[in-house]
């Protein structure tokens, strides 16, 4: 990360490509999200039952350029209208990230602006700040919890500064959407099994089946919820397989699940003494987590803050938006092309 003296606070290009969703957007801070587009490839993988890692790369470099020509129009903007070029360097899928990686540092070397690599889970943790706060309720700003969960992690955040997190719980195996995903295929569920769990969860019995809150018994903020997806499996084979036992069986998962997560919540908030609560990443879009936290907010005295639901999952707007914060700050990236799939949280600087 270079330092620089004088920050820019002018348009900001975000691209997202660490898994399989293209996305691209313009943030400009005191302006706002100028304009976002999203390309994802689910139809792409859904044939496969999960993300094929070579065919998102290439599906992003047949994508990218075009979104990134529809987003600037989006916005009446031009190229020579940015700041800097903000992408997503990890952590992720390799050769999806570089594919963002090139084209954001290509376009950057080629405008002579900065290029900012951004930590997709910082994305994530940041998003909110895309929203207008609730009526009457304090805008976000440090110090808050985040809770992450997404496919790929799940994770406690303490948030003392912007940029400066400490973990303080994290998933000793399966992330909390990774559970969703898989306990949906085993039931016989369309990928991407999250949302599809959700929607027959609607209506289902939440008594019917009683599954176990892993680790919720003992203290600490870690999760692990791969037993809890063994639980369903022998569930649902020992079941008449009826469409009633399927919503059943995936009530009693999402209970379970949402359960988990906000006794874990209102934990990291007890330990660290802070009264705010992000959650966020593509659990973050489950209606009966966000219900539920919202409601323990009003009865316990803390606040909540969520992303909208289309930029819980991964976009574009929030990695132009940490952009756009790290570059007012004057911290922007060096030259080189560099991707890092597995990236500490824990390593990024803080904002001064
Ligand atoms: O943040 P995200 O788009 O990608 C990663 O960074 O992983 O999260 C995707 C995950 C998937 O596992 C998906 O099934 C899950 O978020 N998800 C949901 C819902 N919407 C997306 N899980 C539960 N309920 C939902 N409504
Ligand atoms: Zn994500």
């Known amino acids: 990360m270079i330092n620089s003296k004088s920050p820019v606070t002018g348009p900001v290009l975000g691209i997202e490509s660490s898994c399989d969703e293209t996305g691209v957007a313009v943030y400009q801070a005191g302006r706002g999200l100028l304009a976002h587009r999203l390309y994802s490839q689910i139809k792409l993988h859904a044939l496969y039952g999960g993300v094929v890692p070579e065919l998102a790369s290439r599906d992003h470099v047949r994508k990218l350029v075009p979104l990134l020509r529809q987003t600037l129009d989006e916005g009446g903007l031009k190229v020579s209208d940015l700041s800097a070029v903000a992408y997503t360097a990890g952590p992720g899928l390799i050769g999806a990230l570089l594919v963002g990686a090139s084209v954001a540092r290509s376009l950057a070397w080629a405008l002579e602006i900065p290029a900012i690599a951004i930590h997709h889970m910082e994305g994530h943790l940041l998003a909110p700040l895309l929203e207008e706060p609730a009526p009457g309720g304090e805008p976000l700003a440090p110090p808050f919890v985040a809770l992450l969960v997404s496919g790929g992690h799940s994770l406690l955040v303490g948030v003392g500064k912007i940029g400066s997190y400490t973990i303080l719980g994290d998933t000793l195996d399966d992330a909390a959407g ?134 819980c999952t991964d976009n574009g707007a929030m990695i132009a938006l940490a952009g756009s914060i790290r570059l007012a700050a004057g911290q922007t990236t060096g030259p080189e092309i560099r991707v890092q799939p597995r990236w500490d949280l824990q390593a990024l600087p803080a904002v001064a």
Not at 186 to 215: C, H, N, Q, V, W
């Open 178 to 311: 990774e559970a969703f995903d898989k306990t949906a295929k085993l039931m016989g569920l369309p990928y991407p099994g999250g949302p599809a769990l959700a929607k027959i969860a609607e209506t289902g019995d939440p008594k019917a089946f009683k599954f176990s809150r892993p680790m919720t018994d003992r203290p600490g903020l870690d999760f692990s919820f791969s037993g809890l997806k063994t639980q369903v499996l022998l569930a649902w084979q020992g079941s008449d397989h009826a469409e009633a036992t399927r919503a059943n069986v995936a009530r009693g998962f999402e209970e379970a699940i949402v359960e988990t997560l906000a006794i874990k919540c209102r934990r990291a908030l007890a330990q660290t003494g802070y009264r705010k609560l992000v959650v966020s990443g593509g659990v973050g879009a489950n209606k009966r987590l966000r219900a539920q936290l919202a409601a323990a907010g009003e009865r316990e005295g803390f606040q909540t803050y969520f992303p909208r639901l289309a930029f």
